[in-house]
């Protein structure tokens, strides 16, 4: 991001952050204040304002594309690699060796391909092209990609033909993407097909296992994908809401955290605090 300088009038401020908005689907409270030289509070205000005229949706630490947008695959791979790859390695400490995955579409499963150790034996199953390029003569992994029309917002094949070709298949592991996540609602995702496809490939697998960024956390996307129940883990990051996360694991979802000192890792029956 450009340095905006110190002195700008509410009304340019909020349409350069409504621009980087467009530009990379979410912003940083703490980034945006450091580009504009004022403090959080008048960034938070900024996006509440904004927020109050649709031009965004708040989330924990910054703000969204207000529902049902979404930024192309292309510009995602960009945002935020460094949290995205911590996310990755550890998705892949929980992937089975010799077992069959589903890679569904999005930059923090892209992230999770790239993580994946040299002679890793896997059969790898994707509708993603980036993520077929990243796995396309690995040693060990069995490639199976899934065609059709590729949806330009989403990276990936989710038409007809895709989902005739996922219902021949029944994975070990899905691993899919989602835009955000409510204790309500479960996890979602912007577009209505891209939702229905992933519904089947969850419905297609043993078990289902998202990668969430933080700013996904507490926002509520359209269209439903998968409730907050078993047979589903999540891996979260380190600065995850901590009471969020107990309420989370309270409704049988086995919760992992990338980057904490000790182990986070607990279930349902288990007695003691998530730390």
Do not use: W
């Amino acid at each position: 991001m450009n340095d905006f300088g110190m002195d700008h009038f509410v009304g340019e401020r909020q349409a350069r952050i409504l621009e980087e908005l467009r530009a990379k689907g979410r912003v940083a409270a703490q980034d945006l204040a450091l580009a504009f030289g004022v403090s959080e509070d008048t960034v938070r205000r900024d996006l509440r304002e904004m927020a109050g005229r649709g031009e965004c949706e708040r989330v924990y630490g910054g703000a969204l594309l207000p529902g049902g947008q979404t930024v192309p695959l292309r510009a995602r791979i960009f945002e935020q690699p460094d949290r995205k790859e911590a996310l990755g390695l550890k998705v892949v400490e929980l992937v089975e060796e010799g077992s069959v995955v589903f890679f569904d579409a999005g930059s923090t499963n892209l992230a999770v391909a790239r993580s994946l150790p040299e002679n890793f034996r896997l059969t790898a199953v994707t509708n993603t092209p980036a993520i077929a390029a990243e796995l396309s003569g690995r040693s060990g992994i069995e490639l199976i990609v899934i065609g059709g029309r590729v949806e330009p917002s989403v990276g990936a094949a989710i038409d007809l033909t895709a989902i005739r070709q996922l219902e021949t298949i029944h994975p070990d592991l899905c691993i899919f993407g989602a835009c955000g996540l409510t204790l309500e609602d479960g996890l979602a995702a912007d577009v209505f097909e891209d939702a229905a496809f992933k519904r089947l490939a969850c419905a297609a697998s043993r078990s289902s296992l998202a990668a969430v960024t933080s700013d996904k956390l507490g926002h509520r996307a359209a269209f439903h994908v998968h409730g907050l129940q078993a047979p589903l883990s999540l891996v979260l990051e380190a600065d995850a809401d901590e009471a969020l996360v107990e309420k989370i694991v309270l409704q049988g979802v086995e919760a992992h955290r990338c980057g904490a000192s000790a182990s986070t890792n607990k279930k349902v029956h288990q007695e003691e605090a998530f730390s």
